[in-house]
């Protein structure tokens, strides 16, 4: 309550306390005067006295102090005429319009949305301490940016029915720059080894764009906390941040930022028991424990073996357990023993599945993901299963699982499942560009998530120079409650390898109809079987085509330039894929072995085996290794010989780069490349972040090394036949779709072989 408004008040007070003191009245109608925008009944739902109350000087006072309470009138005064009491207000202004000039860095949406939450909006209220209160807010979002000479001026201009409008005027200034970060009180690692920890840097030629030489608070406190545990990893404990200093210079345009630290001694383990109440075989909790007697301290490992001892015991029901790990330290011979005490708790049994956030998705189709049973054991490695089966099915944005007790039971708790929906349905129109095959138009229709049941229909175009392809296809990814799939497949895909200057001249027309199924094995473990119809007819050229293009038509076709053949074909695969993430994998496995059968239900008899490896490797938190090994191998059936344009190939983006695509193996007398019934491939690339965009998580850049070859009906698989290269790669996964290119250099070449040492397809190719 401001100074005038309080003595406003006691005058009233005063008044009222003089005209009544000796003559309480018992009050017969109460009118209300002066107010334009507030309703009477607002103001009588405020006062403390009603018709045929006795009207005191007690009740007078509180009636004015309940009405300023309100905050709505800047003056209230109370007169009594014949029983009658007088109300008369002044109403304070209210917000008619919040104008903000001068904007750049920020949204006018997300500005007024911080101005709300400190209570100055559009219909509100006017309260000056409010007005100086959201300048301060505004100067606090500009420091946030590093804005420091920010200037903020607040104009009230008057309208008409008592309201206001409010102009802020901005003048952002440049944003201050970190010129320089000192580390005082480092003996064990260099300064610049430390520097790497941090976020915040000092100007460079990205940081425009990554903002990181901008001053944070909070981005410092996380800065210290990645040097708390640069230190800790390595052995010191006793690690310590003795200050912080920021300052600013006079023209706030520099800041400079000190960190004084204290190392302390390194510390090495000596000891590790484990203790309290150990409900699992103690030889298996034993294995579990990743930080070893000798080892220098780790904190991580420490952080991890109390985590999997937790959800181990998780596992079999004890939701609550915990694992508290409890230091001895020896500072004369800077060793420190660790007592991990295992507290259980209750088991706990899981009482009811709830899920939330579905409007659209049936709740069938939420549940069969789920590998926790109501009734049963809580267990925290089924319910991190369903949370990874939920996300991996692509319907949801956000998928939370909470656990809460059920209240009333020491032994129970509930399973919340919460999903926020996303759009499953996509109609695409685009356009992408291959080194291989120039232009690809491309457009889809399609919705993974149909009416909610979670069955998959999509209708693709694709159209390149070499490729064009028209499907149709349907999956119902739980055809049986056992998780079966079944899906159909209509096709018509054209091949037009005269656009290809390194390959044999061929056209292809192939249309098909194919059913297939899919069984879950387990978790991670996937089988498919399919079997497909396919009607192809090939038209080659004979002045140019190769010999064995010649060769084919003369036995399967028309003996001149043309063959029409037909395929009944099986298909049968098994895949396991232990990788936590489908996009930019840091860990785990994935594993294929595929067989391609051409019957003798059909005029082309055939097979094709491939075998695939792919292994990733996380070195470091920011540099993940992945080796990657393929092996093919196809042949005729029925003494036939394996139709050539069913042949495989290597060199390209997919296999080794620096080699044109399909440019190696067997060729031709004029050079084309032949494919071969043979494939080896092999990758080994070090993954990590571009330099400057170390938190971008659509791009990321590689090393890499590539091998490969494709090996003829008469040739062996022979190591002197590989190739090489090496190079380096970005993969960037932009709105309009991935875009991936490297910058290759052949190691091993022979003789006829094509190169190409940039290579790139940008946009999504069906």
């Known amino acids: 309550m401001t100074l005038n408004r309080l003595t406003l008040a006691l005058v009233t007070v005063f008044a009222a306390h003089s005209a009544w003191a000796e003559a309480p009245f018992v009050v017969k109608d109460i009118r209300v005067e002066g107010i334009q925008r507030t309703e009477a009944g607002t103001v009588f739902s405020y006062l403390p006295v009603k018709v045929g109350d006795v009207m005191t000087d007690e009740k007078t006072a509180a009636a004015i102090k309940a009405l300023y309470a309100t905050g709505f009138f800047k003056d209230v005064r109370l007169e009594a005429r014949d029983g009658v009491v007088i109300v008369t207000v002044e ?33 509100r209220v006017l309260d000056r301490a409010l007005l100086e209160k959201s300048e301060q807010e505004l100067q606090r979002q500009y420091f946030n940016r590093g804005k420091y000479a920010v200037e903020i001026k607040s104009t009230l201009t008057p309208l008409e029915r008592n309201r206001v409008a409010v102009q802020f005027d901005v003048v952002e200034g440049d944003s201050a720059k970190i010129q320089q970060i000192n580390i005082v009180g480092n003996q064990a690692f260099k300064e610049k080894e430390l520097l790497k920890q941090f976020s915040s840097t000092t100007p460079g030629w990205l940081t425009w764009y990554t903002k990181s030489d901008q001053y944070s608070k909070s981005r410092l406190g996380g800065d210290i906390e990645a040097l708390r545990s640069f230190y800790l990893n390595r052995g010191y404990l006793e690690f310590n941040v003795d200050s912080t200093q920021v300052s600013i210079s006079p023209d706030k345009q520099g800041i400079y930022v000190t960190v004084n630290v204290t190392e302390g001694p390194q510390y090495k383990v000596s000891d590790v028991k484990l203790a309290g109440q150990m409900l699992v075989p103690e030889a298996e909790l034993q294995k579990l424990i990743t930080i070893k007697p000798g080892e220098v301290f780790v904190r991580d490992r420490l952080t991890e073996t109390t985590k999997k001892i937790g959800d181990r015991l998780g596992n079999d029901g004890y939701a609550f357990a915990n694992v508290n790990a409890v230091p001895e330290l020896d500072k004369e011979k800077s060793t420190v023993a660790f007592t991990l005490f295992v507290d259980p708790g209750r088991r706990v049994y899981v009482n009811r599945i709830n899920v939330a956030g579905n409007a659209k998705t049936r709740d069938e189709v939420v549940r069969r993901e789920i590998r926790q049973m109501e009734g049963a054991y809580y267990d925290a490695e089924k319910i991190n299963r369903s949370r990874e089966r939920l996300d991996r099915l692509g319907y949801f944005s956000e998928v939370n699982i909470e656990t809460p007790g059920v209240a009333g039971t020491t032994d129970q708790v509930d399973v919340n499942v919460s999903v926020a929906e996303r759009s499953t ?275 990321r850049m590689s090393a890499f090394v590539d091998a490969g070859a494709a090996y003829g009906t008469n040739e062996d698989f022979s190591i002197d036949g590989l190739r090489y290269s090496a190079g380096i790669a970005v993969l960037w996964v932009s709105p309009l779709g991935p875009l991936k290119f490297s910058l290759a250099q052949p190691l091993v070449e022979k003789e006829g072989d094509e190169t190409e040492v940039f290579q790139f397809t940008f946009g999504n190719v069906f």
């Open 425 to 699: 349905g996509n109609i695409m129109l685009g356009a992408g560009f291959s080194s291989s095959e120039g232009l690809v138009l491309s457009g889809s229709v399609s919705q993974n998530n149909v009416f909610g049941t979670g069955n998959r229909l999509s209708a693709q175009l694709n159209s390149g120079s070499v490729n064009t392809v028209y499907s149709l296809s349907f999956t119902n990814p739980y055809y049986t409650i056992d998780g079966i799939s079944l899906g159909y497949d209509l096709y018509r895909r054209d091949v037009d390898a005269t656009e290809l200057d390194n390959v044999g001249d061929y056209k292809t027309s192939t249309y098909g109809a194919g059913v297939r199924f899919g069984l879950p094995v387990n978790e991670r473990d996937f089988i498919s079987l399919g079997l497909t119809y396919e009607q192809t007819s090939l038209s080659i050229d004979r002045a140019t085509a190769p010999i064995q293009y010649i060769d084919f038509v003369d036995e399967f076709g028309d003996g001149i330039n043309s063959a029409d053949n037909d395929t009944v074909r099986l298909d049968a695969s098994w895949a396991r894929d232990t990788r936590n993430s489908a996009l930019f994998p840091t860990r785990g496995i994935f594993q294929r072995v595929a067989a391609e059968v051409g019957t003798p239900l059909g005029s082309l008899q055939y097979y094709k085996l491939s075998l695939q490896h792919q292994q990733y490797f996380p070195m470091t938190r920011d540099f993940t290794l992945m080796l990657n090994g393929e092996i093919g191998f196809g042949d005729g059936l029925s003494g036939k010989p394996l139709p050539f344009f069913k042949n495989f190939y290597a060199g390209g983006t997919s296999s080794v780069r620096g080699f044109e695509s399909g440019s190696l193996g067997p060729k031709a007398a004029n050079g084309d490349a032949l494919g071969g019934n043979k494939r080896i491939v092999g990758n080994a690339e070090l993954f990590f972040p571009l330099p400057g965009l170390k938190d971008n998580q659509s791009l």
């Open 91 to 123: 109403e304070r202004p209210s917000i008619a319009k919040i104008t903000l000039n001068g904007i750049k860095e920020f949204s006018d949406a997300d500005l007024k949305a911080g101005l709300k939450q400190t209570g100055l909006a559009e219909g």
